[in-house]
C-alpha cells in the first residue's frame, strides 16, 4: 500500500466481492454527512463498491447503479432520517445535465452521505474535503483504488478506514 501523496494511499481489489466488502468497510469509516467521489472507467467497480457503501451503511434496499434516474435516495432502517444519496453522472455531457439531478442543491445543504459516480463532471462543484476514490483496471479482476481528499480534516476519515480495513 504504497503512500502517493502525504493526503492518499492506495490498495488492490482483487475480485467484485472483495470492493464490495472494501465498500462496506468504508461504510463504517465515514460521517454521517459527507461526500464520496468514485472515479474510474466503465467496469471498474465503482458500482461494486456503492453498493458496499450502502451495504455497511445499513440501506435498507441495495444499491443499483442509477445510471438511468441518475440519483437515487435510500434510507436505513430503523434511523428513517438518515440518507445516502446515490448519483451516477455518466449520463451528464454539459453542465445543465448535472444541474438536472438535484446535485447541486443536495451539496449545498446536504444532509447525509453522497455517493458520486463519474464524479470528474462536476469536479468544480465537490467541495475539498470530499472523500476520492479512483478505479483502475490492472487485469480482468483486478482493481487499484487510490483513496485521497484535499482536506485534512477528511484524511483522518481516510486513515480510520485504512484501520479498519487493513489494520495500519
Not at 450502502?54 to 434516474?69: C, D, H, I, K, V
Not at 447541486?104 to 452521505?113: F, I, K, Q, R, Y
Not at 479512483?134 to 484524511?155: D, E, G, I, M
Request: glycine share 8%; hydrophobic share 40%.
Amino acid at each position: 500500500m504504497p503512500i502517493l501523496d502525504p493526503l492518499s494511499f492506495e490498495c488492490v481489489s482483487h475480485s467484485d466481492e472483495q470492493t464490495q466488502r472494501l465498500g462496506a468497510r468504508f461504510a463504517q469509516a465515514i460521517p454521517p454527512v459527507c461526500v464520496v467521489a468514485l472515479q474510474g472507467d466503465l467496469g471498474a467497480g465503482k458500482t461494486h463498491f456503492a453498493r458496499g457503501i450502502g451495504m455497511g451503511w445499513g440501506a435498507a434496499q441495495e444499491l443499483r447503479s442509477p445510471t438511468f434516474t441518475m440519483l437515487q435516495e435510500h434510507h436505513r432502517e430503523p434511523d428513517a432520517g438518515a440518507r445516502l444519496y446515490h448519483v451516477d453522472l455518466y449520463r451528464a455531457e454539459r453542465a445543465e445535465d448535472v444541474a438536472s439531478t438535484g446535485l447541486l442543491e443536495l451539496l449545498e445543504d446536504n444532509d447525509g452521505v453522497i455517493v458520486i459516480e463519474w464524479p470528474e463532471r462536476a469536479w468544480d462543484q465537490l467541495p475539498p474535503e470530499a472523500l476520492r476514490v479512483r478505479f483502475a483496471v490492472t487485469a480482468p479482476s483486478k482493481r487499484n483504488l487510490t483513496f485521497s481528499t484535499q482536506s485534512a480534516s477528511a484524511w483522518q476519515t481516510l486513515l480510520k478506514f485504512r484501520k479498519l480495513a487493513f489494520g495500519v
